[in-house]
């Protein structure tokens, strides 16, 4: 196990309070922690390493500034034991990874799309707001969070928005040209990683043993409707000229295709209740004639 930055219990700016390690990588670590000014109040705490100090300033000022409902508020940063603190809004969910290891069957279309269109909000969102070299080059089921109300809350990743010059993907879900000895960021490599994300949700399959490869994803699931399949096939192609040409058309063909399920998902129960409807209309009308002729039969006798 990885030696830990800090120790449950310890406290740090006379505020945070350090419960446990939620996750840990090479150069940062990711704690719950609790604020002793705000009872039952839970923040997140993101620790990180080997960033120069002005440039950590820099970060934290930019991103403390952003504000979107799919994107994990970071609320304020400090530096402790030459370690650099971003504090973090706590949410209550799970990571999309976690959610998938929990099925053996893939998630229903309807809901990865709305996954999806989600993503593509707070992505824009960011790529209008950060400069041009900003990629979400580490999205993934990991940085994916489903919240307990089943709303998405992307995890940032403010270290990986200020230097590309390193490929730091995920195999299995970044584009083959951020792998290039230097990297070849372009404006479509983050719609090919949401939409390898989204193939592994409607497929799955994890892509990270054959990356690159995606077999059609009807042959996978016959139930994919073959709109969203034609979508992300073209998303993920690894020519990057033959993508969609930025992610909001990404997003418009996603759009269309949530509409056309809507539309298919609706005839059902439209038609099955017009049967119900005529059903009823026959046997009232047969009900009428039948007391009709005992009213006659009365009548007369």
């Not at 939620?22 to 940062?28: A, C, E, L």
């Not at 620790?47 to 000022?61: A, D, R, T, Y």
């Not at 403390?64 to 970071?74: A, D, G, Q, R, V």
């Not at 799309?113 to 089921?141: A, M």
Request: include cysteine.
């Amino acid at each position: 196990m990885k030696e830990l930055f800090f120790q449950p219990g310890e406290v740090l700016q006379n505020r945070y309070r350090i419960d446990h390690l939620i996750s840990s990588t090479g150069t940062s670590q990711v704690y719950k922690a609790t604020d002793l000014r705000f009872l039952g109040k839970s923040w997140v705490l993101k620790v990180l390493k080997n960033i120069p100090s002005e440039q950590f300033k820099n970060l934290g000022k930019r991103w403390t500034s952003f504000n979107h409902p799919h994107l994990i508020k970071i609320l304020d940063f400090f530096q402790e034991k030459e370690n650099q603190i971003l504090v973090m809004e706590y949410v209550n969910g799970q990571p999309l990874v976690e959610l998938a290891g929990k099925t053996s069957t893939p998630f229903s279309e309807k809901q990865v799309l709305c996954w999806g269109l989600q993503c593509c909000d707070v992505i824009i969102y960011l790529q209008e707001n950060l400069d041009d070299s900003f990629h979400f080059v580490c999205l993934s089921p990991k940085k994916i969070l489903i919240s307990a109300a089943g709303v998405v809350k992307l995890i940032p990743n403010p270290e990986f928005s200020w230097s590309t010059s390193t490929a730091v993907g995920i195999i299995g879900c970044s584009p083959p040209e951020i792998f290039e000895d230097p990297p070849l960021f372009n404006k479509t490599s983050d719609l090919y990683t949401l939409a390898a994300v989204l193939y592994r949700c409607l497929s799955g399959q994890d892509s990270q043993s054959v990356p690159f490869v995606f077999p059609q994803l009807r042959s996978l699931n016959a139930k994919i409707s073959t709109s969203i399949d034609k979508a992300l096939a073209r998303a993920i192609q690894p020519d990057p000229g033959k993508r969609y040409p930025d992610l909001p058309a990404f997003r418009g063909e996603l759009y269309k295709c949530f509409l056309e399920l809507m539309k298919k998902q609706k005839t059902l129960p439209e038609t099955r209740d017009r049967t119900l409807i005529l059903w009823k209309l026959v046997m009232a009308l047969s009900a009428f004639s039948s007391l009709s002729l005992m009213a006659w039969l009365l009548f007369y006798r």
